[in-house]
């Protein structure tokens, strides 16, 4: 029987070091790190999402305001302002919550965001260093992920990993991650021809498709450890791609849906937002 990866546990851990530190930075800089979420739109899961981490900054210590614009923002003002949030010296990190409605380009919004303030590790520069194996600021998520599969002390180098999903936000940047740890990477998407051959060969399978049940007990390697990323809204509560009960008595650890992956992002956002007020404060890369 799998042992179950706490989430919670993990990122309470995480969050209150994070929590240490940023009083170590008030005292050195007489200044707190501060973050500017914007949401945009009413949709409740990210107004949800944006308030449960203004809170979780909140009890570290961090500074948090809300930019919240209407659902018709268009392109060229919510991009006016990300430029006001650039200049602005007491923001320190800047996150657009996505998803963006529809007619917006979250790219753009990427592209536009100072490197030292891309909390979310989305722009270009920041992509561009994960790739070239020189990280700076890293996606949230992926960094949750890492730092999941690392608390089962499992030996990454060597290790295969397989990565179901290959958007910019979640897949890509975990499989650059994994890579990085010298594991032997395999990325899985939605035409990939017989998706079971590849999961069954992973020591360490991350599923990030948004599809329920996608993985059942029988897509699973004996001992594995399995990070469930998805998270789909059904009556009854969210679920992820992973089917649990099954998996569990299978895999060596499995993560849960809710408190996996979820409360992980939020912890390294958190820590993402101290390091982009000392990349600002005190230099370095970027
Ligand atoms: P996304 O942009 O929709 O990407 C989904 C990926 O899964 C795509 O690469 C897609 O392939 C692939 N895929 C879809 N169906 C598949 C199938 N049947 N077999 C194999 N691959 C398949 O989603 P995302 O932003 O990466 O997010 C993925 C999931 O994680 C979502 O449920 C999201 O809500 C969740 N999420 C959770 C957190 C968290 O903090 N827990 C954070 C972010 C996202 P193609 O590229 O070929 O279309």
């Known amino acids: 029987m799998g042992e179950v990866l706490d989430g919670r ?18 005292a050195r800089h007489g200044i707190r790190p501060s973050l500017a979420a914007i949401l945009v739109g009413d949709e409740p899961a990210c107004a949800l999402y944006v308030r449960n981490k203004a809170r979780a900054a909140g009890q570290a210590g961090i500074r948090s305001e809300t930019f919240h614009l209407p659902a018709r923002t268009s392109q060229v003002e919510l991009l006016e302002l990300v430029d006001q949030l650039n200049e602005r010296e007491d923001v320190h990190g800047i996150l657009p ?4 409605p529809e007619h917006l380009d979250p790219q753009a919004v990427f592209d536009r965001l100072d490197p030292r303030k891309d909390v979310d590790g989305l722009s270009p520069y920041n992509v561009g260093r994960l790739v070239l194996g020189r990280p700076a600021l890293v996606p949230c998520t992926p960094l949750g992920i890492l730092e999941l599969v690392r608390a089962t002390g499992v030996e990454l180098k060597g290790a295969r990993a397989v990565v179901v999903g290959r958007s910019n936000l979640v897949g890509k940047p975990t499989a650059l991650l994994l890579l990085a740890e010298h594991a ?3 990325v899985c998407h939605s035409r ?5 051959t590849h999961t069954r060969e992973a ?12 993985v059942t007990a ?16 059904e009556e009854g509560g969210i679920v992820g791609d992973v089917d649990f009960a099954g998996v569990q008595a299978v895999a060596g650890w499995i993560t849960p849906v809710p408190g996996g992956v979820g409360p992980m ?14 990349l600002q404060l005190e230099g370095g890369a970027p």
């Open 9 to 26: 546990a993990l990122a309470a851990r995480i969050r209150e070091e994070v929590r240490r530190e940023v009083e170590a930075f008030a």
């Open 184 to 186: 032997t990477v395999t």
């Open 218 to 233: 029988d897509m699973v390697k004996p001992g594995a450890v399995v990070v469930d990323v998805g998270i789909t809204r």
């Open 203 to 214: 020591d360490v399978l991350v599923v990030a498709a948004g599809r329920p049940h996608l």
């Open 97 to 100: 919550q996505l998803p963006l």
């Open 192 to 196: 990939t021809r017989d998706l079971a």
């Open 265 to 278: 992002t939020v912890a390294m956002l958190l820590r993402n937002t101290l390091q982009a007020a000392r």
